[in-house]
């Protein structure tokens, strides 16, 4: 009965109480595969890139060059589990799994110190834990909730060397933070996003001294350059998104969305919403006009300063989804439960788990990692089942016996070069278009194409244009995504695999 004192006030059981929860709530749903695309993704760069160095094909499959931190962790350990490449998703999740229950430790602090108030800390780390994004993020891998934890803790060691009177103090706190937001960085770089807080963070404490302003400012800019230093050494002399202004111009160009009408707007924001959750999405605006009605600005600077800038960029990127907004997840809480504490005081507690289970009810379960639902356990029987035929389907194409293969598809082919490469002997990669593939092992070949198709009706002249292209005409063609069958009308040889249906992919 312990524990449950915390939900009475006694503070010193929140942790602990969160731990156990975080726990029970994670590792046993962990996945055993790749629970999303760009993780089988990553996984085909890593196996590349330790075959061939960094200028294999498939060195840029993901954008590598804005994770090269995780790219060098995943290498480490396939050098430790002897290059048996069948360990690299059970790595990528079971890190998640840890990061995501070692993450509440730096969370809780940072949030109870702000703010002086451990029933808030306790109530916003519950609800995050069970934010769809967040959620989903701790059972399957990628690099972005790594990149969470180290920016939580540069956070709270900018907090605590701020309010530093001696010159040494405040010096050594904000070396360290220098070198936890650099870690954040190298895991993932586009957390730069959230940089503003530091600002936020002066803001909220009042803090007006030049010198401190200056070196936040420094701060950032010196993590900045070491991000490019580190990147550098540690991938090598690969290309990659923004290795150049002129890739990372091309990669703006091709991603940018205007969402000019209600429709574009809605599929933008859409991902929005999924992130933390329906119920906790439609209270945030609410939240918020409240606030600063009540004058409290210490908690609006802390969520915009921390929320606003990653929330709308992603809005203006094309393919914007759930995974995308999980680093607003935790100030957007914040402000929803801060709107519960200040309307009811003593039954915040319990608002916070109406709001979960609102968040619970309030949409079906589903097996989009885009598109999240906050039914959560049936949620993930549903992935599971989605991931476990990826799976199938990819080794089934993985072991064709035909010497050429067309696979045709987009989200499904990482999942099968990663059983290609994963599995087989020596093989020659090569990048013969955009996001198009060639893998030669042995006296076989796979051509691995990109292909969206948007109507039926255009699937053979589409792929003819293809065809002609590549040279295709003696390839068998196989795909998990498209009925491929009308190639045959044209004289093509196809093979036939269970075809996964659109909405799962």
Not at 138 to 162: D, Q
Not at 346 to 372: C, D, E
Request: aromatic residues 18%.
């Amino acid at each position: 009965m312990q524990f449950f004192n915390a939900l009475r006030g006694d503070d010193k059981y929140y942790l602990p109480l969160l731990l156990f929860i975080s726990i029970l709530l994670h590792f046993p749903f962990v996945f055993n595969g790749f629970g999303e695309l760009d993780a089988a993704r990553i996984a085909v760069s890593v196996i590349d890139m330790i075959n061939n160095g960094s200028l294999a094909a498939f060195a840029n499959f993901y954008f590598t060059d804005v994770i090269p931190l995780y790219i060098l962790y995943l290498k480490l350990f396939m050098r430790l589990f002897n290059y048996n490449y069948s360990y690299l998703p059970i790595i990528m999740n079971y890190t998640n799994a840890v990061i995501g229950t070692l993450i509440i430790i730096p969370a809780f602090l940072l949030i109870k110190n702000l703010f002086n108030n451990p029933k808030i800390a306790f109530c916003v780390i519950l609800v995050v834990l069970f934010a769809p994004s967040f959620y989903q993020s701790t059972i399957m891998g990628f690099p972005h909730l790594i990149s969470l934890f180290f920016l939580i803790i540069s956070f709270l060691l900018y907090l605590s060397g701020i309010g530093q009177t001696n010159n040494r103090a405040f010096l050594l706190y904000m070396f360290f933070t220098c070198i936890f937001l650099t870690i954040a960085f190298l895991f993932k770089s586009d957390y730069i996003l959230a940089t503003g807080f530091y600002i936020g963070l002066l803001l909220i404490r009042k803090i007006n001294n030049k010198i401190k302003i200056i070196t936040t400012i420094i701060i950032i800019i010196i993590s900045g350059i070491l991000f490019l230093v580190f990147r550098k050494l540690i991938l090598g002399p690969t290309g990659g998104t923004t290795m150049s202004s002129e890739e990372f111009s091309k990669w703006y160009h091709f991603f940018i969305t205007i969402p000019v009408t209600f429709k574009s707007l809605y599929i933008q924001v859409r991902p929005v919403a999924y992130a933390f959750g329906m119920a906790t999405f439609f209270l945030s605006p609410i939240a918020l006009l409240y606030l600063l009605y009540k004058k409290r600005f210490d908690v609006v600077i802390f969520v915009l300063s921390w929320a606003a800038l990653p929330t709308i960029f992603w809005i203006f990127i094309g393919g914007n989804n759930a995974r995308h907004n999980m680093l607003s997840v935790l100030p957007v809480v914040t402000l929803v439960i801060w709107f519960f504490y200040e309307r009811f005081k003593k039954g915040v507690v319990i608002l916070a788990v109406l709001l979960i289970l609102a968040n619970y009810f309030i949409l079906h379960p589903s097996f989009s990692i885009l598109r999240p639902s906050g039914n959560l356990l049936k949620s993930n029987f549903l992935i599971k089942e989605r991931m476990l035929r990826f799976q199938a389907d990819a080794r089934k194409i993985a072991s064709l016996d035909d010497k050429k293969i067309a696979v045709i598809g987009y989200f499904h082919n990482p999942h099968v070069i990663f059983e290609i490469l994963s599995k087989q002997g020596p093989y020659k990669a090569q990048k013969i278009g955009r996001e198009d593939y060639r893998i030669e092992i042995d006296d076989r070949e796979f051509v691995f194409i990109y292909f969206i198709l948007s109507k039926p009706d255009d699937l053979i002249p589409e792929l003819s244009k293809v065809i002609k292209k590549y040279n295709l005409y003696n390839y068998t063609f196989v795909s998990a995504t498209y009925d491929l069958t009308p190639l045959k009308t044209i004289g093509l040889k196809v093979k036939t695999v269970d075809i996964i249906p659109k909405g799962i992919l």
